[in-house]
């Protein structure tokens, strides 16, 4: 299939500044409200964020500036959901973040994709942490921001693919449990939750992945990009964030680790994948 | 299925046919039918047995039954009808079938025949060998698809209405490139085209472009704007809503494609197509307990529940225990999971009775089809309640053994232009919502429907079949393995070379010091490392259902095996590469070069366990690979005495890998001439570390002794047998063909993952002298290990000659000390000249028994088996 290349490659990244109004509309999730969050510190991990997948894995990068006016709009991953030529454009549970689609949509379409719109056919939701593509199928959770519908419109669109859904527990999204850490390798969380989203896709997947799991939640969320330079690259969260799951990474062969640190955003749900787009614009036919 | 009452009534019709024919005075839509019609009454006999020899006594027993009882039937009628009728007026009906390019194919038949008469019909119209992935549809009232059952008389099946049939894919094979033949994928292809065109196989605008692409240069051939103008691809249907834009891409991939030949068109088509996730899924609307509207979907790997375009359920077909349907009902009885200690069962609504009955025998297909190695037999009970239905088919397992049988030139394809995907949809491509709900009308419906309706239950419950199916699985696979002749290669015993201490599992060789003798003759076997690979990840655990999940209710342990394997090739690239040149190698029929390799980890407990044993205790060793994490063990240990006592290298191993490897071999074998006319030449057998291939061209000087192993033995016998096909009942020794036979003996240092290498070169054809040189070379894998070790320091060598009557044996001795322990290697080339009047099977069975005899102690580590064939007009073996 011409989208179906190893999970990993990408030539390009989307990222969004973080704007000074950050954790600002934290206030509406209770659960964050008390989460004091450094501004500059977020603002610094990002620059490093973006440093390393500029630099280190050498993608190239497209950066939207912030907008004080839309203070999560840094979350970019949640707003389009991009596979081979298409990307998807979501629809966010929170009608504030809504705003943030144009800015996203009209890059993605200077990219040259397919630009496919989630709109409000019949109260879609869908946020891209919640989905989990692994080269050969989607996982999308289940969440209180994603919903049955909207992830329908999501099979709709890439109907190469089977699209599975998954519970999420806890409150928690897909993305924060579980991500990809190589071509067929899954990086998730021991977590009770986690286990049990996970026992879920293997229930339903056709394939076979390696299952790495780390101890922290926080820890399974990577960007694993085989850049340019056909070297796999992980990008996960240092070891000051996560001790006890860095020597799980080192299992990895082969890899350039690249720990990179996403504290400020994690306090508001984030984590690194949250940060970034990803896009192939070097498709091989075969 | 036919019998011999089947065949005898069958004998009668072509003279009722021709007089009925005449009076009719229809020649003329007959015309094409006809010629055919005579025909088949003869073919009938002879092809059936074939089909059937797949089948199992038992089963073969049920048929008998089921046979007699219907042909019992239909004589009481025929009696009662003929004072009024006559025997002259045997009804001869029009059938009209849609083939996958559009066409009609239009020929007659006996009223009364069975559907297989049909199906073969259309094979042989088709020019198709490979047919068991394909099936006969037709429409029932309700405008719903059923699958004919061969079995069946076609007049059961069909309630009203002309007989208008379809051919179709029934079984879409997951990796279409191991079909053997490029036929087949040609029409595997339109399957596949009309699936998408018609919106079964949903996919999205980029695969519509690279699809529609690869069908316009397999249709069309290579670009080219003079002839074929710059509209020539609004012409042809890609997609359920094609556009201007989908053309211009689909042109220009087209345009790229310069020199690519149809076959192979077709082959990135289907490389394309096979990885959709619709792909050979066969959907059912129903609802669930809640009276939710889903989809099910059947297919190779299990049951897919889709809600909308989602999927939120699957069941693997080793998590299911049971499938069964009642009324409108129908129900999976699913095995407990890792945390769960009851056995569920999940109810599903169809629409009706029909379209209930319809998915359950669609499930039992897929299942018996996908996951066993032989077709269940039927319900034995006279006055059973349930439905008697079951898969009587091949399975895709036998079906594969036996397509590797196939031998003929690849055929020539017509690859007429596909008038369906031109224009406008031809009849068959239903759309999507009918398609979805493929209707598999029960011919049995009559009979069955009545009991069916005061709700029986009608089940089919795998799990209790399980120590039964094993057995017969058992018993199954000794035979395969024979039949295929594949050489095993313990590896365990390898290890045990004299001069070594004995390593803590070496049972019972005893070793003596310096004495070089060979041990045991063990063959090689050939397997894919696949396996391996995955199991040696570290630090990671597979997710894998079919790793996970597959405990064996279902099937037996080697064609799980099987499964995996070939699960497993898709996800991995290289083994499964390599295979696909295998096949195409063959299919090409060119000089083969084949090169498996395989690397086993085997555990010393595994050895042990043989050894123990016995021989010949397959199951135990089944077992083990099975139980284990490293489900891709692919060699299995034998003992050779065992083997010796057959006079010839026996093949244990279940795996598929060589299961297929064995396949393959005998393919090639028996695509030679029988004949050995020349003196067969010596196949050089250097192993090499990492794959050994080799391409041994007749080498006539006494087999060399490789410096990478230390010392070995080895053994190679040069003979021209042949061996039967592989259908057979228990394979017989002497039916194998093995040329060369290399004994190495391993130190007992390698103990660790082996790996076997089989090469095969096969089939060459010289044009001017007419021979057939073949040559199968069985290595275990202890040269690997050893190959790119230090070489060792030799000791001595000798050679030594001796003649029989019909062979010439050279033994070359050489003992090297290596690291600390020495190894006695020693290598035979045994030739074997003559021609048809000797049994070149007896001369080499002859040959490695004695030369086990005379080495007592040491192991068969490579085989290589070189014949040389003269290939004269009237051989009639082939």
Known sequence: MANMCPYGRFTHAVVRGVPETFGKAAGDDCEKGETSVDLAKAQRQFGCLTGALRQKVGLQLIEIPADPELPESWRIEDVAVIQGDTALITRPFKQQRRGEVEAVRKVVSELNLTVVEMGDSGGATLEGCDVLFTGREFFVGISSHTNHRGAEVLADTFKDFAVSTVPVCGGARLRNICSMGGPQTIIISNSEGAKKTLRMMEQLTDHHYEVLTVPEDLAANCIYIKGPSKLDFLLHRPAEECPESVSAFQKLQDYTLLPTACSEASKLGGSLSSLCLLVNRKLTYF | ?????????????????????????????????????????????????????????????????????????????????????GVKKTKIMECKVALLDGSDFTLNLEKRARGHVLFDKICEHLNLLEKDYFGITCRDVENQKNWIDPGKELKKQIRTGPWNFAFNVKFYPPDPAQLTEDITRY???????????????????????????????????????????????????????????????????????????????????????????????????????????????????????????????????????????????????????????????????????????????????????????????????????????????????????????????????????????????????????????????DSAAAGAAKILTKGDLITTVTTEKKAEEEKAEQEDAPTDAAETQEPTTPLRHDTKTKDEPPASEETKEEVEPKTTKAAEYLVKYVGDSVATDLASSSGLHGISPSTTMDDDVFMDGTLREVDEVAEREEIKVSPGAVRQEVYQAISDKKGTLIILKEADDKVDAEGKETGAAGEEEEPALRGEAEGGENEAVMGVEIWSPKMEANGVTQIKGTDSPKKAMASWISEVVKTEATEVVGASTKASDAPQPGEEVQTEQSKSGPSQITPPESSTTSLAVSTLGWVPSSEKGPPEPEEKVVVATETEAAPAESTGPTGCDVVEVGTKEVPVVHTETKTITYESAEVETNGDVDPGVLLSAQTITSETTSTTTTTHITKTVKGGISETRIEKRIVITGDTDIDHDQALAQAIKEAKEQHPDMSVTKVVVHKETEITPEEGED
């Open chain 2, 187 to 441: 029409y595997l292809c339109l399957q596949l085209r009309d699936d998408v065109v018609s919106g079964r196989l949903p996919c999205s605008f980029a695969t519509h472009t690279v699809l529609g692409s690869y069908a316009v240069q397999s249709e069309l051939g290579d670009y080219d704007p003079e002839e074929l103008g710059s509209d020539y691809i609004s012409e042809l249907r890609f997609a359920p809503n094609q556009t201007k834009e989908l053309e211009e891409k689909v042109m220009e991939l087209h345009k790229t494609y310069k020199g690519m030949t149809p076959a192979e068109a077709e082959i990135h088509f289907l490389e394309n197509a096979k990885k959709l996730s619709m792909y050979g899924v066969d959907l059912h609307h129903a609802k669930d307990s809640e009276g939710v509207e889903i989809m099910l979907g059947v297919c190779s790997s299990g049951l897919l529940i889709y809600r909308d375009r989602l999927r939120i359920n699957r069941f693997a077909w080793p998590k299911i225990l049971k499938i069964s349907y009642k009324r409108n009902n129908f129900y999976i009885k699913i095995r407990p999971g890792e945390f769960e200690q009851f056995e569920s069962t999940i109810g599903f609504k169809l629409p009706n009775h029909r379209a209930a009955k319809r998915l359950w025998k669609v499930c039992v297909e897929h299942h018996t089809f996908f996951r066993l190695v032989s077709p269940e037999s039927q319900p034995k009970k006279f006055l059973s309640l349930g439905s008697k239905f079951r898969y009587s088919g091949r399975t895709q397992a036998q079906s594969r053994r036996a397509s590797s049988m196939i031998n003929r030139l690849a055929p020539l394809v017509e690859r007429s232009s596909s008038k369906r995907y031109n224009m406008s949809l031809s009849l068959d491509g239903a759309p999507i919502a009918e398609n979805h709900e493929t209707p598999m009308k």
């Open chain 2, 1 to 85: 299925m036919t019998t011999e009452s089947g065949a005898d009534s069958e004998a009668k019709q072509p003279r009722e046919n021709k007089e009925t024919e005449k009076e009719k005075g229809k020649a003329k839509a007959a015309a094409a039918a006809a010629a055919a019609e005579p025909a088949s009454p003869q073919n009938q006999p002879e092809q059936f047995p074939a089909a059937a020899g797949h089948s199992t006594p038992a089963r073969k027993e049920q048929e008998q039954q089921e046979v007699d009882q219907v042909s019992h039937r239909s004589s009481i009628s025929r009696l009662s009808r003929s004072p009024l009728k």
